[in-house]
C-alpha cells in the first residue's frame, strides 16, 4: 500500500508517458470539475455560501479548543467515548486497544483519509485484523494493495477492464467482463456478506458539532451506515478541525460539499450520528498528527479549512495530467500539496512546486482557502528550510545574483541572444532544463527592448 | 494526556478571536415547493408518485414492486406485525417508512430513528419506500435544520435517492451498498 516514487517529477515522468491514458486520466476529472460548475451556478446564493463556510471555519479555528472541548463534553453525555491522539501512532494504538477490548477481528471501514494518513490498515493486519475497505473506490484500491489515488474518487485512475481483471481474481466475476453495473453489482454482494460478519465498523467524520456532540457521515453507497448499524462497535476518527460551532452551520457546508465534491445537491447519505445504538458501543477519536503545528504557521493555518471535497484535484491542470499517486502522500493535488509539508518538509519539498500556480484551484475551494497562495508561500519556506531540490536552488541564485545588477543583466541578455541564435537547443532543450524537454523557444530577437527603446527614441530626436 | 497537550498546542497557536459569522441569511424558494423537490429527486435516480389519499399507499407499493413479496409496510401496520421479517432484516426486500421532513432543493427526505424502526433497516433493504406529506416540504437545507431536532434522537439522516456510485470509470451505477431503488410517495 505505499507509493512507488518519492517525487513528483519522477512520478508524473511515468504517468505521462502514456499520452493516451494520460488524456482519458484528465478528460475524466475535468468531466467532474465542468458538473460542478453546472450545479454551482444554479444556486444564486453560492458565492455568500462560500463566504459564510470561510468565515465559519475561520471563527472556529479561532476558538478551536472551546469548541473541541463543547464536543467532547456534548458527545460523553450522550454516552459516547471520547479519545484524544497526538499523533498517527497513538490514533491507531487507541484503535488497536479498543478492537482488543472486545475482541473484534474482522472490521468493515468506510471512507476516512485521516486513517489513510495514519496508515491504519497496515498497522491492524499486522496485528492480526481483517481490515475491509467498503466504499467501492477503496475497496478496488485495498485489492490492487494500492492508496487512493483522490480524496473522493479513490479509483479514479482505473480502467473499467482493470476493474474486470481484479474482480475477476478476487470476486470470481466472469472474466472479460467490464461493465459497470455488473462489477458494482458483484461488489455488493461481496460486501454486504462482510457488513452482516464484521465485529467492528470504522468511519471518518465529516462535520463534527460542538453544540450537541453529534457527528456526520456524508456517503453516496450508504457503506458507512450499514458498516456502522449492524456492527456492535463503530469507532469514528477525527481529525481536531472537523469541528464545526452549531448545527445550523450544517446547512452552509451540505449545500457546498457534494455540489463542489462530485456536482451533485447532496450525497444520497447525510447521517447524523448522536448516540450509541442500544446494545453497542460509539467511540469518537480526536486526531491532532501536526494539525496544531499548522494551527501555529500564521501562512498556512487556513488549509486546515479543508473539508476534503476533492475539487482543487478536479480542476488542476498538473494533478489531472500526473495522477494522484505523483504526490506520494494521502492527500493528493494542491491541498495535499500545502498539508503534506507541515508534516514532514523534506519528504514533501518536492510537492508545492507540482504546481502552475494558474489559481484555479482557490477558484473552486468552498471555503475560500488560497490554496495557489500557500503553495507559492510554501516554496519560499522550503527553500529558506534548505530544502527546495538542489538544481532549483542554484538557479534561483544565479537568476538572482544577475537580476540584482542591470549590467550584468543587459550584459547576460546580449550574451544569451547571441548564443541561442548559434545553438538554438541550448538553453531550453538541454539536460539541465526538464521544462524544455518537450518545448521550443520562439525566435530570438535581433535587440533587447531596452535597445530598441533607445534607438527609437535616438530615431525621433534626429528626425 | 495527549488530550492537555493538544488543547495547549491550540491555545498557544490559534489566531486571535475570530467573531461567528451572522446566521446565513437564505434565500427563498417561493410557495409550492414540490415540483422543485419531485425534480430534484428524479435527478438523483428516486421515482415519485403524488397519492392523493394515505389509503392508496398499500395499493401503489404493490403495483411498484409487483415480484416482491417480503415487504415490511411500516405505514400501515404496527411494527409488531412486521417483528418476523425484522428478525431478518436482510432478506427485507421492500422497507415502507415514513420521512418526517423533504427538502425541495436536492429531494432530501430527513428520518430520525424512530422513523427508520431500526437504525440499518432504510440501508439494508433491497428497496425503499418514503411516505412524506407534502406540507412538510422545505425549501433549502437551511429551513431543514430550523424544523429538525437533531438531539432528540440518537439517530437521524437525510436520505436523497437510491444509493449509487460512480467508483468505476465515473459510470453511474445506481444500487451500491443501500436500496437499489427509492420510491416516494408525496400526499397531499
Not at chain 1, 527553500?383 to 527546495?388: D, I, L, Q
Request: charged share 20%.
Amino acid at each position: 500500500m505505499s507509493f512507488t516514487h518519492h517525487s513528483h517529477p519522477d512520478a508524473a515522468k511515468d504517468f505521462v508517458q502514456n499520452t493516451e491514458r494520460m488524456k482519458w486520466h484528465d478528460e475524466a476529472l475535468w468531466f467532474v470539475r465542468a458538473k460542478r460548475d453546472r450545479i454551482a451556478h444554479t444556486v444564486p446564493d453560492w458565492e455568500e455560501l462560500r463566504n459564510q463556510a470561510s468565515a465559519i471555519k475561520q471563527h472556529t479555528l479561532s476558538n478551536l479548543d472551546v469548541y473541541l472541548q463543547q464536543f467532547e463534553e456534548q458527545a460523553i453525555a450522550h454516552g459516547v467515548q471520547v479519545h484524544w491522539a497526538a499523533d498517527a501512532r497513538e490514533h491507531n494504538e487507541i484503535v488497536l486497544k479498543l478492537l482488543n477490548q472486545v475482541g473484534a477481528k474482522k472490521i468493515v471501514k468506510s471512507k476516512s483519509m485521516l486513517t489513510e494518513e495514519c496508515h491504519l490498515n497496515p498497522w491492524l493486519e499486522q496485528h492480526g485484523i481483517e481490515v475491509v475497505d467498503t466504499d467501492l473506490g477503496e475497496r478496488i484500491v485495498q485489492l490492487r494493495k494500492e492508496p487512493p489515488s483522490h480524496i473522493v474518487l479513490p479509483a479514479i485512475h482505473i480502467k473499467k477492464e482493470e476493474v474486470g481483471e481484479l474482480f475477476h481474481e478476487f470476486l470470481g466475476t466472469e472474466e472479460g467482463a467490464s461493465d459497470p453495473q455488473y462489477l458494482t453489482n458483484a461488489a455488493r454482494e461481496h460486501l454486504r456478506q462482510k457488513f452482516l460478519a464484521a465485529d467492528a465498523a470504522i468511519t471518518g467524520v465529516n462535520f463534527a458539532i460542538a453544540e450537541t456532540g453529534g457527528f456526520v457521515v456524508c456517503t453516496n453507497e450508504g457503506n458507512a451506515d450499514l458498516g456502522a448499524h449492524l456492527a456492535k462497535m463503530h469507532i469514528a476518527c477525527m481529525g481536531i478541525e472537523k469541528v464545526i460551532p452549531k448545527t445550523a452551520d450544517l446547512g452552509v457546508f451540505l449545500r457546498l460539499l457534494a455540489r463542489s465534491a462530485t456536482g451533485q445537491a447532496i450525497t444520497t447519505y447525510s447521517s447524523h450520528f448522536l448516540k450509541p445504538a442500544q446494545g453497542t458501543e460509539m467511540h469518537i477519536v480526536i486526531v491532532d498528527n501536526g494539525r496544531t503545528t499548522q494551527l501555529g504557521r500564521e501562512a498556512f493555518r487556513n488549509s486546515l479549512k479543508c473539508i476534503r471535497c476533492g475539487a482543487c484535484m478536479n480542476t488542476c491542470p498538473v494533478y489531472r495530467r500526473s495522477g494522484g499517486h505523483s504526490y506520494h502522500n494521502a492527500v493528493a493535488g494542491p491541498i495535499g500539496a500545502i498539508l503534506a509539508p507541515n508534516i514532514d518538509m523534506k519528504e514533501y519539498a518536492d510537492l508545492p512546486f507540482a504546481s502552475t500556480l494558474c489559481g484555479s484551484c482557490s477558484d473552486v475551494c468552498p471555503v475560500k482557502i488560497d490554496i495557489h497562495n500557500q503553495l507559492y508561500q510554501w516554496r519560499q519556506e522550503l527553500t529558506r528550510e534548505g530544502y527546495a531540490p538542489a538544481g532549483k536552488k542554484m538557479a534561483m541564485k544565479m537568476m538572482g545574483n544577475v537580476l540584482a545588477s542591470p549590467k550584468k543583466y543587459s550584459f547576460s541578455g546580449k550574451l544569451a541572444r547571441k548564443l541561442l541564435k548559434w545553438f538554438p537547443k541550448l538553453s531550453v532543450n538541454g539536460r539541465l532544463n526538464p521544462w524544455g524537454r518537450q518545448r521550443d523557444l520562439p525566435d530570438v530577437p535581433e535587440q533587447s527592448f531596452r535597445e530598441w527603446y533607445q534607438q527609437q527614441s535616438s530615431q525621433k530626436q534626429s528626425r | 494526556m495527549s488530550r492537555q497537550q493538544i488543547l495547549d498546542a491550540i491555545r498557544k497557536n490559534k489566531p486571535e478571536l475570530v467573531a461567528a459569522p451572522v446566521p446565513f441569511q437564505y434565500l427563498s424558494m417561493g410557495e409550492d415547493l414540490a415540483p422543485a423537490f419531485v425534480a430534484a429527486l428524479e435527478k438523483v435516480g428516486g421515482v415519485v408518485v403524488i397519492l392523493k389519499e394515505r389509503s392508496d399507499i398499500a395499493a401503489t407499493v404493490q403495483e411498484h414492486y409487483q415480484e416482491m413479496t417480503r415487504i415490511a409496510d411500516f405505514v400501515n401496520h404496527p411494527r409488531n406485525s412486521n417483528q418476523a421479517l425484522l428478525h431478518d432484516a436482510a432478506s427485507i426486500e421492500v422497507a415502507v417508512l415514513e420521512g418526517q421532513l423533504g427538502v425541495a432543493e436536492n429531494g432530501a427526505i430527513w428520518m430520525q430513528e424512530s422513523d427508520c424502526i431500526s437504525r440499518a433497516l432504510p440501508f439494508i433493504t433491497q428497496h425503499l419506500v418514503l411516505v412524506l406529506d407534502k406540507k412538510k416540504l422545505v425549501a433549502s437545507m437551511h429551513g431543514a435544520y430550523a424544523q429538525i431536532d437533531t438531539t432528540k434522537e440518537g439517530f437521524g439522516v437525510f436520505i436523497a435517492g437510491p444509493s449509487k456510485t460512480a467508483d468505476i470509470e465515473q459510470s453511474l451505477v445506481i444500487g451500491a451498498h443501500g436500496a437499489k431503488s427509492l420510491l416516494v410517495l408525496l400526499i397531499g
